[in-house]
């Protein structure tokens, strides 16, 4: 009787309370856990104690690329812990490379974060799913991202799934990724790929390597256009595999240890925002948007395919920072099936979408005054032209105005153009019952 194919799990862990029950439900819920070769690059302070204590039994202690390494065994799984210092991180991809440096050729790869949740018999579900596109791609992944969960003890859990969409450029020149929900009966085409959640061939390692100098803003754009260029067909799944914690409001990130009084402490050798710069050049000169390149080395695009073509699919032209209206009207395109017949009548099909997100104080703005009758929500460029506007009163302000805490509000603006606009100023002023115009208040965009 042939065995079951073994799965490489990647998990980067930074200073995550939710690992040992997000390797629990990983274990128990698979139908083959003894094909499971599991490897975490643990960011943190702790002994291995924190492991053995669960009942995870040590095999082997060894030194790998410098780092202690813990081998151990979990009803019939392996796991393999390469540990650092939390002050010692990198950032998201280095851990992930590091974790990737464990890979022993098995069938197929899996990557996640290590605050997931598992359906029952997964390993079996995504092995099934992924074989079911072998027909329509030499090499399909499955990339998504996963619904949501809430830890505790009548942990929730949300019942959907979503495939991946264009949300708006980065500062920086970026695609910036969101979801919608979907109703498929089978998995749905899709140009992005979440990197909390990758399933593909083994041979994807080799491929598509994390690139360990992005530091964290960059990564899915980027690795979508490599796995694309490369060959490789991204498809968001049509049924739950798993189950993701996004919030995580309470818990340790790299970008607050990482930060400027640690460096001149001399915890950290570069603040995150240092990092963040370096990955940013790569991300950019990987896209062909960058002013200085970089050498990307091994890191960079494939040769089965073109950006040129990935950008056609995606619907977004990554130097003008412009989308096709299909990607950001309704209907949310992110994948088109045919190419267009003329480049230069795609790209004047493109719209420049502005978005952008304001935290204000309530001190600076108090949208919940009562004597307002309504604002004057304004945008302007560098020649002090009005490029959009809205009139916000009551009847309309949940729609981009959310009080977060008693302190702050979120404006939330949004407006396509067919041309770059070049928004600089936004500014905000309450037409006042009884009194007329108040005082205008200005905020850079």
Same mark, same amino acid.
């Given at each position: ?15 995550d ?5 997000t ?39 060894k030194?790998?690329?410098?780092y202690?390494?813990h ?11 390469l ?44 092995i ?17 991202y996963?619904? !949501?969960? &809430?830890?505790?003890?009548? /942990?929730?859990? @949300?019942?959907?799934v +979503? %495939? ?11 695609v ?33 390597p994390?690139d ?19 060959g ?16 995580r409001k ?9 930060n ?6 001399? !915890?950290? &050798?570069l603040?995150?925002? /240092?990092?963040? @710069?370096?990955?940013? +050049? %790569? ?18 695009l ?24 299909d ?9 088109f ?77 949004a ?11 936004i ?6 019952r009884?009194?007329g ?9």
């Amino acid at each position: 009787m042939q065995s079951a194919p073994s799965i490489f799990v990647s998990i980067a862990s930074y200073r995550d309370p939710e690992l040992i029950p997000t390797l629990h439900d990983m274990i128990k819920t698979a139908k083959h856990p003894e094909n499971l070769n599991i490897a975490i690059f643990w960011q943190d302070d702790k002994e291995i104690k924190t492991f053995l204590n669960q009942g995870m039994r040590l095999i082997k202690k060894k030194k790998h690329l410098g780092y202690p390494l813990h081998q151990l065994k979990y009803k019939h799984a392996r796991i393999s812990i390469l540990s650092v210092h939390y002050y010692e991180s990198k950032g998201a991809c280095w851990a992930r490379h590091m974790a990737e440096s464990l890979f022993k050729n098995e069938t197929y790869f899996l990557q996640i974060d290590s605050h997931c949740r598992f359906i029952q018999n997964w390993d079996h579900e995504m092995i099934t799913m992924l074989n079911s596109l072998r027909d329509k791609s030499p090499k399909p992944i499955l990339s998504s991202y996963p619904p !949501a969960y &809430e830890p505790g003890e009548d /942990e929730k859990r @949300k019942d959907y799934v +979503s %495939r991946l969409i264009f949300n708006a450029f980065s500062p920086e020149g970026m695609v910036q990724m969101t979801s919608m929900p979907v109703k498929e009966d089978a998995p749905v085409r899709c140009g992005y790929l979440a990197a909390g959640f990758v399933f593909s061939d083994g041979s994807f390692v080799h491929d598509v390597p994390n690139d360990p100098n992005i530091f964290f803003m960059g990564e899915e754009i980027a690795m979508a256009t490599r796995a694309f260029t490369h060959g490789y067909d991204t498809y968001a799944p049509n049924k739950i595999l798993l189950w993701h914690f996004y919030t995580r409001k309470n818990h340790s990130k790299v970008w607050t240890d990482h930060n400027n009084e640690a460096k001149k402490s001399g !915890a950290v &050798e570069l603040a995150w925002w /240092e990092r963040d @710069k370096i990955a940013k +050049s %790569r991300v950019r000169t990987l896209l062909g948007t960058g002013p200085d390149a970089v050498e990307l080395g091994r890191y960079t695009l494939g040769t089965q395919r073109s950006l040129q073509e990935f950008e056609y699919r995606l619907g977004v032209n990554f130097n003008k920072r412009a989308a096709h209206p299909d990607v950001a009207g309704a209907k949310k395109v992110s994948y088109f099936a045919d190419l267009p017949t003329s480049h230069d009548q795609w790209l004047e099909s493109l719209i420049i979408v502005n978005k952008k997100t304001l935290k204000i104080e309530k001190h600076e703005v108090d949208f919940t005054r009562e004597d307002v009758e309504w604002w004057h929500i304004g945008v302007y460029n560098p020649q002090n032209a009005q490029v959009m506007v809205e009139k916000v009163d009551i009847s309309n302000m949940k729609k981009i105005i959310t009080k977060t805490d008693d302190s702050t509000f979120e404006l939330k603006l949004a407006f396509n153009s067919e041309t770059d606009s070049n928004p600089r100023t936004i500014r905000i002023c309450p037409y006042i019952r009884l009194q007329g115009w108040g005082d205008v208040v200005e905020k850079p965009w």
